[in-house]
């Protein structure tokens, strides 16, 4: 139906800016296709399964003329309803909703049908009434911040903060993607499979230098949503850290890390500890020792040019993280993100009736971010109390805190489990050694096994490492012999960075460190 473009400027003139919504700004006609959206409605009645084709795409609001919103909302409610759609239908529909008047009446139906011959471009036309709609939110939104940013009395942070939220509202409208026949996905998936087999690890993802949780992961997959979890002081931030200095320095593999607890030079110190082998509390009063000075000077060169990527910002929102992750895959070619952690995420600027419904969002977000870049992102999360109150303090997919939506939403869940940390003793309760074991249970995993994977936890580090490889064990009686050995080449130990061998003493040049065993201990290297 013809619209009167002069009438209408002529009708809006006098008005404020924001109203109607879509209101013409600036003399410029609001973006539209008036004659498509005929189209689309007049096909619509005319073939019996266009709804199909187009009910994921549009919405009421999607159209611009006020009376065509109300004729694709009376054909929603029959296609909801799974009724017949035609002209009658859609007429009968219409009175009962009480419209049918606001619409021009059943001569109006009659010609929007009349004018369509074939269904055939039904989609095509339904995507371009779809981007007009979006490009009127687009200039909305702009017109109302600029309105409110003239306003002195608005605080700019607040306001920030509200239009951060509403943006990211409008950047989830999505585009129903096409269909794709299996053949095009089956040798996507022989692409990868051979991509696998090529490569000396096997592993079809991003390797994270522990040995056994590799195996059962294939390495961390893209598109991946990851939650690791555990309760305060069993080493989340140290697990990953840990894990992204194997990924950044050892395989020269970019990772993006997002720190919202501690800061970036915190995050540091702690590597350097991890590094050097120095302890965290040595490193923070500086009073190191003339053998701990070498040893720093020899070793942290080679955290220098690692494509480690760090962020601190405080009350990350997921707008931000959004458009910061962006630029570090376009940038800088990031393969994984890391978030340090969710709970303290927010996503500002939009209306919640609970935090849980807040988290869910920020849980959703993450899982689209992920399938978006098609880099895995991996976020740190808390756990509830329930845990200290069981006799069995192992965590299970219960005890994610705030929101069930992480655990749905996540293509795996962790948890790590310290049982030295509860227990306050060396051995459990069948006489095995605990000391430094850090279990991580594999709770759910969406493309394979689940199971517990051991690791070991040197504390005065804050390092994870394999369970029989991480560290070199060495029983005293055999230290004390290659002391009194005349031969003073020294054993072979694995390089700290590299996990691979290196040559005889990693402290060559420098006095012994001061890490040798007492009765029954061993060697950490």
Same mark, same amino acid.
């Given at each position: 139906m013809?619209?009167? $473009?002069?009438?209408?400027n002529?009708?809006?003139?006098?008005?404020?800016?924001?109203t109607?919504?879509?209101?013409?700004?600036?003399?410029?006609?609001?973006?539209?296709?008036i004659?498509?959206?005929?189209?689309?409605l007049? !096909?619509?009645?005319?073939?019996?399964?266009?709804?199909?084709e187009?009910?994921d795409?549009?919405?009421?609001?999607?159209?611009?003329?006020?009376?065509?919103?109300?004729?694709?909302e !009376?054909?929603s409610?029959?296609g909801?309803?799974q009724?017949?759609?035609?002209?009658l239908?859609v007429v009968?529909?219409?009175?009962?909703?009480g419209?049918?008047?606001?619409?021009?009446?059943?001569?109006?139906?009659?010609?929007l049908?009349?004018r369509v011959?074939?269904?055939?471009?039904?989609?095509?036309?339904?995507?371009?009434?779809?981007?007009?709609y979006l490009?009127?939110?687009l200039i909305?939104?702009?017109?109302?911040?600029?309105g409110q940013?003239f306003d002195?009395a608005n605080d700019?942070?607040?306001l920030?903060?509200?239009?951060?939220?509403?943006?990211?509202?409008?950047s989830?409208t999505?585009l129903?993607?096409?269909?794709v026949?299996v053949?095009t996905?089956?040798?996507?998936?022989m692409?990868?499979?051979?991509?696998?087999?090529?490569?000396?690890?096997g592993?079809s993802g991003?390797a994270?230098?522990?040995? @056994?949780?590799?195996?059962? $992961?294939?390495?961390?997959?893209?598109?991946?949503?990851?939650?690791?979890?555990?309760?305060?002081a069993?080493?989340?931030?140290?697990?990953?850290?840990?894990?992204?200095?194997?990924?950044?320095v050892d395989?020269?593999?970019?990772v993006?890390?997002?720190?919202?607890?501690?800061?970036?030079v915190?995050?540091?110190?702690?590597?350097?500890s991890?590094?050097? @082998?120095?302890?965290g509390?040595?490193?923070r009063?500086?009073?190191?020792?003339d053998r701990e000075?070498?040893q720093?000077n020899?070793r942290v060169?080679f955290?220098?040019?690692?494509?480690m990527?760090?962020?601190?910002?405080?009350?990350?929102s997921?707008?931000?993280?959004?458009?910061?992750?962006?630029?570090?895959?376009?940038e800088?070619?990031?393969?994984?993100i890391?978030?340090?952690?969710?709970?303290?995420m927010?996503? $500002?600027g939009?209306?919640?009736?609970?935090r849980?419904?807040e988290?869910?969002?920020?849980?959703r977000?993450?899982k689209a971010?992920a399938?978006e870049?098609?880099?895995?992102v991996?976020?740190l999360?808390?756990?509830?109390?329930s845990?200290?109150t069981?006799?069995?303090k192992?965590?299970?997919?219960?005890?994610?805190?705030?929101?069930?939506?992480?655990?749905?939403?996540?293509?795996?869940v962790?948890?790590?489990?310290?049982?030295?940390?509860?227990?306050?003793?060396? @051995?459990?309760?069948?006489?095995?050694d605990?000391?430094?074991?850090a279990?991580?249970?594999?709770?759910?995993?969406?493309?394979?096994?689940?199971?517990?994977v051991?690791?070991?936890?040197t504390?005065?580090?804050?390092?994870?490492?394999?369970?029989?490889?991480?560290?070199?064990?060495?029983?005293?009686?055999?230290?004390q012999?290659?002391?009194?050995?005349?031969?003073?080449?020294?054993?072979? $130990?694995?390089?700290?960075?590299?996990?691979?061998?290196?040559?005889?003493?990693?402290?060559?040049?420098s006095p012994?460190?001061?890490?040798?065993?007492?009765?029954?201990?061993?060697v950490?290297?």
């Amino acid at each position: 139906m013809p619209t009167d $473009t002069s009438q209408h400027n002529l009708s809006q003139r006098g008005k404020p800016r924001h109203t109607p919504q879509y209101a013409d700004v600036a003399g410029k006609l609001q973006p539209q296709a008036i004659e498509l959206e005929e189209m689309v409605l007049g !096909a619509l009645m005319l073939e019996k399964d266009a709804y199909t084709e187009v009910c994921d795409l549009l919405v009421p609001e999607s159209f611009y003329d006020p009376r065509n919103q109300l004729i694709y909302e !009376a054909v929603s409610q029959l296609g909801s309803n799974q009724r017949p759609i035609d002209m009658l239908t859609v007429v009968e529909q219409l009175r009962a909703n009480g419209t049918l008047e606001r619409v021009g009446g059943a001569v109006v139906i009659t010609e929007l049908t009349a004018r369509v011959t074939s269904a055939a471009h039904i989609e095509f036309h339904a995507r371009i009434i779809a981007q007009k709609y979006l490009a009127r939110r687009l200039i909305a939104f702009a017109s109302n911040i600029e309105g409110q940013a003239f306003d002195e009395a608005n605080d700019i942070d607040d306001l920030l903060q509200a239009a951060e939220g509403e943006l990211f509202e409008i950047s989830q409208t999505q585009l129903k993607r096409e269909v794709v026949q299996v053949d095009t996905v089956i040798n996507q998936a022989m692409q990868q499979i051979q991509a696998a087999a090529n490569r000396e690890s096997g592993l079809s993802g991003l390797a994270t230098g522990y040995s @056994e949780l590799d195996a059962i $992961t294939s390495g961390w997959q893209n598109s991946d949503l990851i939650i690791i979890a555990a309760r305060p002081a069993m080493g989340k931030t140290a697990f990953v850290l840990s894990m992204a200095k194997n990924m950044a320095v050892d395989f020269n593999i970019p990772v993006g890390f997002f720190s919202l607890e501690m800061s970036n030079v915190q995050l540091v110190n702690r590597m350097i500890s991890n590094v050097c @082998e120095i302890k965290g509390e040595t490193i923070r009063s500086g009073r190191l020792s003339d053998r701990e000075w070498e040893q720093l000077n020899s070793r942290v060169k080679f955290l220098f040019g690692a494509p480690m990527y760090i962020d601190e910002t405080p009350g990350l929102s997921v707008t931000e993280l959004r458009t910061k992750a962006r630029r570090l895959v376009r940038e800088h070619g990031v393969k994984i993100i890391i978030i340090d952690y969710l709970q303290l995420m927010n996503a $500002t600027g939009m209306k919640f009736g609970s935090r849980e419904q807040e988290v869910s969002t920020i849980s959703r977000s993450l899982k689209a971010l992920a399938k978006e870049l098609n880099i895995p992102v991996i976020a740190l999360s808390q756990l509830n109390r329930s845990t200290t109150t069981r006799d069995d303090k192992r965590p299970i997919l219960s005890d994610l805190r705030e929101s069930g939506a992480i655990e749905q939403d996540a293509d795996f869940v962790a948890f790590i489990h310290r049982p030295e940390y509860y227990t306050h003793s060396s @051995e459990d309760a069948e006489g095995n050694d605990i000391r430094g074991l850090a279990e991580f249970i594999i709770a759910k995993h969406r493309s394979g096994q689940v199971g517990t994977v051991k690791m070991r936890f040197t504390s005065q580090f804050v390092r994870f490492e394999n369970w029989d490889d991480g560290r070199r064990v060495v029983q005293t009686q055999t230290v004390q012999s290659r002391m009194n050995d005349e031969d003073d080449s020294g054993p072979t $130990t694995r390089s700290p960075l590299s996990g691979g061998l290196a040559s005889a003493n990693p402290f060559e040049g420098s006095p012994m460190p001061d890490i040798m065993p007492g009765p029954g201990e061993s060697v950490p290297f």
